[in-house]
């Protein structure tokens, strides 16, 4: 346990730090008080679904953007600047590191949704439309069909990984009169072919979770018109 807090907590210092992660949360922010600032021009009904209709494209524009970026960077970094080799090398277990680099990066990422979701809703009552609960289920919906862009983002560059270390070990301990070894690679087109598939299977299991939205969800609302009903 003492091992995964603290995979954990590592994880969550460094890439909170990130520039590339400040940048992406600070726009999300800017775009929210945009959608805000969109809204107030409208009246009536007009408001809250523009409020609802442009913060929940704020939430997934910039949490699809937060989770590739987060989910690719999970393992590529740390196996090639060898970060993760040292922490296997003092004594934590492979899957305690996996699981803590992608648990930290699923709470990251929830983070900065709260953060977007929060500025919403405080200025949706700053323009008189009060605390919008409906927009918070939609924030935590959003939050669990991301996280799995996020671990498909994360599994495609594994992918890519083990099947490089793969070819190496065929090279290594594999038969030497197999035809044209040395030639074998994984060049940029089979490591997006790898990376491609592996993030179809993350969609699909997007698109299997968006097809169980409940009636009473955002999206029906919007269209059947009921505004905070």
């Known amino acids: 346990m003492n091992a995964f807090i603290a995979v954990l907590a590592s994880d969550l210092r460094g890439v909170a730090a990130r520039r590339w992660y400040?940048?992406?949360?600070?726009?999300?922010?800017?775009?929210?008080?945009?959608v805000v600032l969109i809204a107030?021009?409208?009246?009536?009904?007009?408001?809250?679904?523009?409020?609802?209709?442009d913060g929940a494209s704020v939430l997934l524009l910039g949490g699809l953007v937060l989770a590739l970026a987060l989910g690719g960077s999970a393992f590529w970094r740390g196996i090639q600047g060898g970060h993760l080799g040292l922490l296997a090398a003092a004594g934590a277990p492979r899957a305690v590191i996996a699981v803590g680099r992608?648990?930290?990066r699923v709470l990251l990422l929830g983070a900065a949704l709260a953060v977007w979701t929060i500025v919403i809703l405080v200025g949706g009552a700053a323009i008189g439309r009060g605390i919008d609960t409906g927009f918070v289920v939609h924030g935590l919906a959003g939050w669990e069909t991301l996280t799995i862009t996020l671990l498909g983002s994360a599994a495609a560059v594994l992918a890519v990984l083990a099947a490089t270390a793969a070819l190496q070990a065929l090279r290594v301990f594999g038969?030497?009169?197999?035809?044209r070894l040395a030639e074998l690679s994984i060049g940029p087109w089979s490591a997006g072919f790898i990376a491609l598939m592996a993030l179809l299977g993350s969609g699909i299991g997007l698109l299997a979770l968006?097809?169980?939205?409940?009636p009473g969800g955002l999206s029906r609302r919007l269209r059947?018109?009921?505004h905070g009903q």
């Not at 400040?22 to 945009?34: D, K, M, P, Q, Y």
């Not at 409208?42 to 609802?52: F, M, V, Y």
């Open 102 to 104: 992608a648990l930290s």
């Open 210 to 214: 968006a097809r169980l939205d409940q």
């Open 22 to 34: 400040l940048s992406v949360v600070l726009t999300g922010i800017v775009a929210a008080v945009a």
């Open 224 to 226: 059947d018109g009921t």
């Open 175 to 179: 038969p030497t009169d197999l035809p």
């Open 40 to 53: 107030a021009t409208a009246q009536g009904a007009e408001r809250i679904d523009s409020l609802r209709a």
